[in-house]
């Protein structure tokens, strides 16, 4: 059985960095690409950054482009999003997603597996 727990969530205040981790076990974590996705309160889940399962190749938001970095370390089975510069409008539950294949993808139909969720509070 698939399992993706995220860590490292919290409140911070604009202008702080926060680095998430996701944890991954029961599939060959190598052989799929990854996702974080975020939900506010009201709105779609929209994909902030993905990376393919090697970690070639990576896809970022334009809202958070230049501000977040999404890296992977296949060894450990773990994939990150480091989110510097944070704003308000990133306050959000964020998820970290098991992509169905090798490639990155930023629909949520083509993510087969889920975390639970982490918050993230950016206060002004």
């Known amino acids: 059985q698939v399992q993706l727990v995220e860590s490292g969530g919290g409140l911070v205040q604009a202008g702080d960095s926060l680095r998430l981790s996701c944890a991954a076990s029961g599939r060959t974590f190598s052989s799929y690409a990854m996702g974080w996705f975020r939900q506010a309160p009201g709105k779609e889940r929209e994909c902030v950054a993905a990376?393919?399962?090697?970690?070639?190749?990576?896809y970022y938001g334009d809202s958070v482009k230049g501000r977040f970095t999404i890296s992977r370390d296949n060894a450990k089975k773990t994939v990150y999003l480091q989110m510097n510069s944070l704003k308000p409008e990133d306050t959000a539950v964020y998820y970290c997603a098991m992509s169905r294949g090798f490639g990155y993808s930023t629909r949520r139909s083509d993510y087969d597996y889920w975390g639970q969720g982490t918050q993230v509070t950016v206060s002004s």
């Open positions: 990376i393919s399962s090697s970690g070639g190749s990576t």
